[in-house]
């Protein structure tokens, strides 16, 4: 297992779902997760909230390799805000392929597209991430 797919194995959530991290480079990240019984909505497809996580983890990882490239290895990124427009069921094995579109010093903007096993377009969502050194992020939870 590489350090980034620890990174991702060290989430609870994403464990508990049994995503996988299959690419994480570049500005680009992909996270792979294939559709079982308790992601199901009561139509029988991935509900709405298992696949903003995909795409939503996929934007966050693929800024995140643009930290790491400089050595940022503290760093992790937030997301800010993101929107999500839905254009199939998600159905089988599905990919979450993120990238970066602009990055600033302290900021990410990101987009990211899931797919189904037809290479089908079941989603797409754009978001903009912060970054954050970890230890500033344990600083908010402290506050509640």
């Known amino acids: 297992m590489t350090k980034a797919e620890d990174a991702l194995a060290d989430i ?7 995503a996988r991290l299959a690419r994480a480079e570049g500005g680009v990240a992909e996270i792979a997760l294939t559709v079982a019984p308790d992601h199901e ?8 909230g298992v696949v903003m996580t995909l795409l939503d983890v996929a ?16 760093m992790s990124a937030v997301t800010v805000e993101m929107k999500t ?3 199939r069921p998600a159905v089988g094995e599905l990919l979450a392929r993120g990238k ?3 990055r600033s010093t302290t900021m990410a903007y990101c987009e990211a ?7 089908q377009l079941v989603a797409k969502s754009l978001g903009t991430f ?11 939870t402290k506050r509640s």
Do not use: I, Q
Not at 41 to 48: F, I, L, M, R
Not at 60 to 65: C, D, I, K, S
Not at 113 to 119: A, H, M, N, P, S
């Open 113 to 119: 597209e899931l797919l189904d096993t037809k290479g």
């Open 41 to 48: 909505n009561s139509w029988g497809v991935a509900h709405g």
């Open 12 to 18: 609870p959530f994403l464990r508990a779902l049994g």
């Open 85 to 87: 427009s839905f254009f």
């Open 59 to 74: 934007m966050a990882r693929a800024g995140r390799t643009l930290l790491e490239r400089e050595g940022g290895a503290t």
């Open 100 to 102: 970066v579109l602009h």
């Open 130 to 140: 912060k970054f954050l050194r970890r230890k500033d992020a344990a600083a908010f």
